[in-house]
């Protein structure tokens, strides 16, 4: 797999760099799904901090191999990462620069490629990786004021809008309630064409629309009817349920309904 090769080339190039503790490897490595479409993710762990000076953490990228593009990773909340394409072979490779410190905060536990003095291997021995899960309380506090501006947008035939807000919805509140009803890492929207089961995969599907008004409707009343099936199976007692403002968005969708 060129994912691999790539990988063992880093390994060679900065097994005799001192100012490297550690490289290793996650996202598909960690559970061998690499295939020929998958993007390689490397975290570089050095003794001092490289992230937050993209010279020095391009000076890096530049050294494994031919470097085509690269930007930093803000558009995606973490400017740690180097986003980077490479040629002969094409291949996305990320690449997360992070200090042994914060190298115990860490979502999941990569596949060491790299290490002196077992010093990434005694971390992930000694600390928990904790994968971020939906808080049910901060999606049931925004979902309606959500569905109500979906409906402001189809109102006056912002089309492309109302399809944003449902994409919008579907890749942040339903997409992971659906993972975690199936006791899967909530991702996003990856694989589950794959790992959702048919029924699951079928109802979010119903929230994907066409390029029309009534079909716009029904996907945003499909989403609303999926949110309020998971809510009621998933969240705890404890969550405060935004009553008035969903009553008055479904009042207000229903005003837009009558002017389609």
């Keep these: ?11 060679n190039m900065l097994k005799d760099d001192d100012r490297v503790i550690g490289l290793a490897a996650a996202g598909s490595w960690i559970t061998n799904e690499i295939d020929a479409f998958s993007d390689l993710d490397l975290v570089l762990v050095t003794r001092d901090a490289v992230a937050g000076n993209k010279t020095q953490m391009l000076a890096y990228a530049q050294q494994f ?14 400017p740690r990462l180097l986003i980077c394409l490479y040629d002969d072979p094409l291949l996305h490779v990320d690449i997360k620069f992070l200090t042994l410190a914060e190298f115990h905060h860490r979502v ?11 010093q990434l291997t005694n971390i992930i021995s000694n600390t928990t990786a904790a994968w971020p899960y939906p808080d049910y309380q901060w999606l049931e506090d925004r979902f309606w004021t959500w569905v ?7 109102g006056r035939g912002e089309y492309f809008e109302a399809m944003d807000m449902l994409s919008f919805l579907r890749a942040r509140v339903l997409a992971p309630l659906l993972q975690v009803r199936n ?14 089961p048919p029924a699951d995969l079928d109802r979010l599907m119903a929230t994907v ?3 029309k008004p009534l079909s716009l409707l029904d996907a945003l009343r499909q989403s ?19 009553s ?13 309904v009558a002017h389609l």
């Design 244 to 256: 008035a403002a969903e009553k008055r968005s479904m009042e207000y969708l229903e005003e837009v």
């Design 108 to 118: 999941e536990n990569p596949v060491v490629l790299l290490e002196k003095d077992q």
């Design 65 to 78: 191999g031919k470097l085509l593009n690269a930007f930093t990773g803000e558009h995606v909340g973490e």
């Design 183 to 196: 006791g899967l890492q909530p991702r996003g929207m990856r694989r589950l064409e794959t790992n959702l």
């Design 1 to 11: 797999m060129i994912q691999k090769d790539f990988a063992n080339r880093v390994v």
């Design 209 to 211: 629309p066409q390029y």
């Design 148 to 154: 109500h501006y979906g409906a402001t947008k189809l």
């Design 224 to 242: 609303i009817d999926l949110y309020r099936a998971l809510r009621e199976e998933l969240f705890p007692a404890g969550i405060i349920l935004q």
